[in-house]
């Protein structure tokens, strides 16, 4: 079984102040990582994705994250933040598996508030 | 890129009756489709899987016979809520994988919710 921890489930930082929002997997098997952002009342929006090569992963909106397996990591971190980054940040975690259902496991989402 | 759209985006019922929501891949198959349940303040729960021209694999709690879903064609899967009460409102977020070549690629593209209000 996959399981996705965000430990915070809320995040205020000053605006053009650097961010990492934290997200910790557990998995059997080897892993492919998301993180996801959600705007109030919208879907979700991929930001970036970890599937295999090189643990430093770039993403959109300056966004970046960092795979570490030895400790089983996968941080979501942004040099200086911008209000309009002011959301909800899912983690999440597939199995990804050739064929079936590659269930995607979400965290409980850290609220990111940017303060003016 | 892979867009998947919802309809409708807001609906608001009367208790009793069913809604259906639908969802769409705009620009690409779908093989499988995905549909969320997302309560407030919380985290995507997985309601279930469905599948192009198979029965949905529903995950453990969720009430097939409440939840309806039909995945008709490579790009339309759609969930019915039957006799909605208001415990059901709840913001639902559908899901696609997209498939390019007959390989499954590890990217599910999220529609933009249906915010259902069952008074």
């Known amino acids: 079984a996959q399981s996705v921890t965000q430990l915070d489930s809320q995040v205020p930082v000053f605006e053009e102040a650097p961010v990492e929002l934290r997200c910790n997997y557990s998995?059997?098997?080897?892993?492919?990582l998301f993180w996801y952002v959600q705007y109030p009342n919208q879907g979700l929006q991929l930001l970036l994705k970890?599937?295999?090569?090189?643990?430093l992963v770039k993403g959109i909106n300056g966004f970046e994250a960092e795979f570490n397996k030895s400790q089983t990591s996968f941080h979501l971190r942004k040099p200086s933040v911008h209000i309009s980054d002011t959301a909800e940040y899912f983690c999440?975690?597939?199995?990804?598996?050739?064929?079936?259902?590659?269930?995607?496991?979400f965290g409980t989402g850290t609220k990111l508030q940017v303060i003016p | 890129g892979a867009v998947v759209s919802q309809h409708p985006s807001r609906v608001i019922c009367k208790s009793g009756t069913s809604v259906k929501i639908e969802c769409r891949s705009l620009?690409?198959?779908?093989?499988?489709m995905f549909w969320y349940r997302q309560f407030p303040k919380k985290s995507l729960m997985l309601m279930a899987t469905?599948?192009?021209?198979?029965?949905?694999?529903?995950e453990q709690g969720v009430e097939k016979d409440k939840f309806l879903i039909n995945h008709a064609s490579l790009t339309l899967s759609t969930l019915t809520v039957t006799s909605a009460h208001p415990e059901d409102s709840s913001f639902y977020i559908c899901?696609?994988?997209?498939?390019?070549?007959?390989?499954?690629?590890?990217?599910?593209?999220f529609g933009p919710g249906t915010r259902l209000t069952v008074l």
């Open positions: 899901s696609a994988r997209i498939v390019i070549g007959g390989l499954s690629h590890n990217e599910q593209f």
């Open positions: 998995s059997s098997v080897s892993v492919y």
């Open positions: 970890y599937l295999s090569g090189s643990t």
């Open positions: 999440a975690v597939s199995d990804g598996y050739s064929g079936g259902y590659q269930k995607v496991t």
């Open positions: 620009d690409f198959q779908a093989t499988t």
């Open positions: 469905s599948n192009e021209g198979s029965k949905a694999t529903y």
